[in-house]
């Protein structure tokens, strides 16, 4: 059974960091595609960032809104996927998820959520400021 639980979330003010962590279990998850989401209220689910690991490449990815403020990265020892976030806006206030694709095929868009069949139940993020 695979199993993703995210931590990190929290309040900041504008400006502020944190670092969401997702833990995965189940599954090799370091040979599949994984993924941060957020939701705000009243919005729809959207993709923040993305990891690719498909032929023995990697590939990273990011919603133009979070370029340059954010960085995925995942550490495979821990099979632990994070998201640092820098330079937090209020509109970056939202609950956030880890969501894994264990199909991984080549030629997904990353930011598709129908793409991804495994979700973690989300940590909160409010960005005051």
């Known amino acids: 059974q695979v199993q993703l639980v995210e931590s990190g979330g929290g309040s900041v003010q504008a400006g502020g960091s944190l670092t969401l962590s997702c833990a995965a279990s189940?599954?090799?998850?370091?040979?599949?595609?994984m993924g941060w989401f957020r939701q705000a209220p009243g919005k729809e689910r959207e993709g923040v960032a993305g990891?690719?690991?498909?032929?023995?490449?990697?590939?990273?990815y990011y919603a133009d809104s979070v370029k340059g403020r954010f960085s995925i990265s995942r550490d495979n020892t821990k099979n632990t996927l994070y998201l640092q976030m820098n330079s937090l806006k209020p509109e970056d206030t939202a609950m956030y998820y880890c969501?894994?694709?264990?199909?991984?095929?080549?030629?997904?868009?990353?930011?598709?959520?129908?793409?991804?069949?495994?979700w973690g139940q989300g940590t909160q993020v409010t960005v005051s400021s």
């Open positions: 969501a894994a694709d264990s199909n991984c095929m080549p030629g997904r868009s990353w930011s598709r959520i129908r793409e991804y069949n495994y």
């Open positions: 189940g599954y090799a998850y370091s040979r599949k595609c």
């Open positions: 990891i690719t690991s498909i032929s023995g490449i990697s590939n990273l």
